[in-house]
């Protein structure tokens, strides 16, 4: 991977984030459900503008896909994965844990990464094999190693959803909160993915939408993180869960999980 292609995924990313930053206020309040989902489609709308045909224009043999609720594999060759607004929810009622989302997928695997938190001003990229970095400062997961001291996460179901997922959900929160130091329930996910990248958090698991959070898991895996299905398995793109940890901790919460 080169360094020419991370630099232009950053910009293009950096300039949606920036297009999408002039449209957020903190002081964002939606009336009602019609006008809350309009403002979902429009910031959606705002940042797919700007990246598509920027990463268009940096690599034109890849393909491009931003269902970020997909699932399943993808056809051999290189996808560009899209989550226009990680935390889309959260901008359009004025609160800051919002990113752009961008990961290049190569056969099956992310090779490269882009999360961008235009209010907090941080910049997440990561390759394969080169590492993940935070505005240009090498990360490392946690050096944690014991399940009672560390503040682990997960995201939250789509409503419409199996109930029978709800209650999986609710289940696996109750044990890891009587294992782990603190428990969040939050998204985006690829905040979550982000914060255990940088050592903020130590774990991070999820029951759906593992496509759509290949960027996230590149940041961990290129942090020195462990990230395997819920099996104990190789973390698969087309797979349905999966635990992203510090490695002092992965196994001790992959029990907690799957007992």
């Known amino acids: 991977m080169t360094q020419d292609l991370l630099t232009a995924?950053?910009?293009?990313?950096?300039?949606?984030?920036?297009?999408?930053?002039?449209?957020?206020?903190?002081?964002?309040?939606?009336?009602?459900?019609?006008?809350?989902?309009?403002?979902?489609?429009?910031?959606?709308?705002?940042?797919?503008?700007?990246?598509?045909?920027?990463?268009?224009?940096?690599?034109?043999?890849?393909?491009?896909?931003?269902?970020e609720h997909g699932s399943g594999p993808l056809p051999a060759g290189e996808w560009?994965?899209?989550?226009?607004?990680?935390?889309?929810?959260?901008?359009?009622?004025?609160?800051?844990?919002?990113?752009?989302?961008?990961?290049l997928v190569r056969d099956g695997r992310p090779v490269l990464a882009v999360l961008y938190f235009p209010v907090l001003g941080e910049m997440f990229t990561a390759t394969e094999g080169g590492g993940a970095h935070l505005n240009g400062e090498r990360l490392r997961v946690s050096a944690k190693t014991s399940l009672d001291g560390a503040?682990?996460?997960?995201?939250?179901?789509?409503?419409?959803?199996?109930?029978?997922?709800f209650a999986r959900m609710g289940t696996s929160f109750a044990a890891m909160s009587e294992a782990a130091l603190y428990v969040r329930i939050s998204v985006p996910v690829s905040h979550q993915l982000a914060q255990v990248a940088a050592g903020r958090m130590d774990l991070h698991w999820q029951f759906d939408?593992?496509?759509?959070?290949?960027?996230?898991?590149?940041?961990?895996?290129?942090?020195?993180?462990?990230v395997t299905g819920l099996d104990g398995g190789p973390w698969d793109l087309a797979g349905t869960s999966y635990l992203a940890a510090a490695p002092g901790v992965h196994a001790a919460a992959l029990k907690v999980l799957t007992a």
Do not use: C, F
């Open 151 to 165: 503040l682990a996460g997960t995201g939250q179901a789509q409503p419409g959803q199996d109930a029978g997922l």
């Open 9 to 67: 995924t950053t910009a293009a990313v950096r300039a949606a984030g920036d297009r999408m930053l002039a449209r957020y206020s903190p002081a964002t309040r939606q009336p009602g459900l019609t006008e809350l989902l309009k403002s979902l489609h429009d910031n959606d709308s705002a940042v797919a503008d700007v990246l598509r045909p920027a990463l268009a224009a940096i690599r034109p043999e890849a393909r491009w896909l931003d269902d």
């Open 80 to 103: 560009w994965l899209i989550d226009p607004m990680g935390g889309n929810v959260n901008a359009v009622h004025g609160m800051p844990e919002w990113n752009v989302g961008v990961s």
């Open 209 to 226: 939408n593992v496509r759509s959070h290949a960027a996230g898991v590149l940041l961990v895996q290129e942090a020195g993180g462990v």
